[in-house]
């Protein structure tokens, strides 16, 4: 089985296609496999209920006890709590970068320093998170791959 990535543009949606003969065990596993790292949160957004892939989901941030998914132009409250996201998340290239934030690692354009040991993170949709001190170090070692 051969494997080709092909890069896209940033306005384009992702997508992968396996192509093949049949849909054996090993191309089930595979199929399954890129479902499972995509994963949905629940989002409410004008009294509906959607399932959020987290893929989409540019960042995460609680605000006065309520969180928020905010993907690329629409934002959804969840019922989930920032601490449980930060741990269900951990695996799916999401951080935690201030205390009421978790950053998609996925979606960063770029990061440079800010002032007080503080970073800013533009992502691919232009918005800009600020990286609070205390969580920089983690930011860093997420980078690193370590």
Known sequence: ??????RIGKDERELVLIRCRAVTEEVQ????????????????????????PLPDVHYIESVDGRTFLYTKDRVFETPYRIY????????MHFLRISKSM??????VESIRPAFNGRFLATLLSGEEVIVSRSYSKGLKRALKGE
């Open 29 to 52: 596993e595979i199929a399954d496999f890129v479902k499972s790292r995509q994963g949905r949160l629940v989002g409410v957004q004008d009294n509906m209920r959607y399932e959020v």
């Open 102 to 107: 978790l950053l998609n690692l996925m979606k």
């Open 84 to 91: 449980e996201l930060e741990s269900q998340l951990a695996s």
């Open 1 to 6: 089985m051969d494997v080709e990535i092909e």
